[in-house]
């Protein structure tokens, strides 16, 4: 079964954090209904995370001369963080982008990669 990772790129912290129970809830159902269209399809979430509080993050990267800088926030210099994943399995890629796009309703941006086997 083919592996890929499915991430929400341009997901709005502030918007999130501001956000009623109802509007979590709300996103928490679109992802439900992922999950069932993806199984109809034969595919299946292995894994993932809602990655919290990504201004919150600290960077580490090599910097000159090999030296380790350690920033605050995330690496990309832009609004659009991660901020969150699924780990998936589906033989049918068309199947699964097809499933995904229910994604939309609660995330801006949906980005499907292939994950290598390890």
């Known amino acids: 079964m083919t592996r890929y ?5 341009a997901d709005d912290e502030a ?11 709300a996103t928490y159902d679109t992802d439900a209904e992922f999950a069932r269209l993806l199984e109809a399809r034969g595919g299946a979430i292995t894994g993932g995370a ?3 509080h990504s201004s919150k993050a600290r960077t580490i990267t090599r910097g000159p001369k090999s030296d380790v800088l350690v920033t605050d926030g995330p690496f990309a ?14 033989d049918d890629y068309d199947a699964l982008v097809e499933a ?19």
């Not at 990772?5 to 790129?9: A, H, K, L, N, Y």
């Not at 918007?15 to 809830?25: N, V």
């Not at 210099?77 to 589906?90: D, I, M, P, R």
């Open 77 to 90: 210099e832009s609004a659009e963080q991660l901020s969150g994943f699924y780990l998936v399995t589906c």
């Open 15 to 25: 918007e999130w954090e501001s956000g009623t129970e109802a509007d979590h809830q």
């Open 100 to 118: 995904a796009a229910v994604l939309t309703r609660a995330h801006p941006a949906v980005e499907i990669r292939p994950v290598e086997a390890s």
């Open 50 to 52: 809602e990655l919290t």
């Open 5 to 9: 990772v499915v991430m929400f790129p």
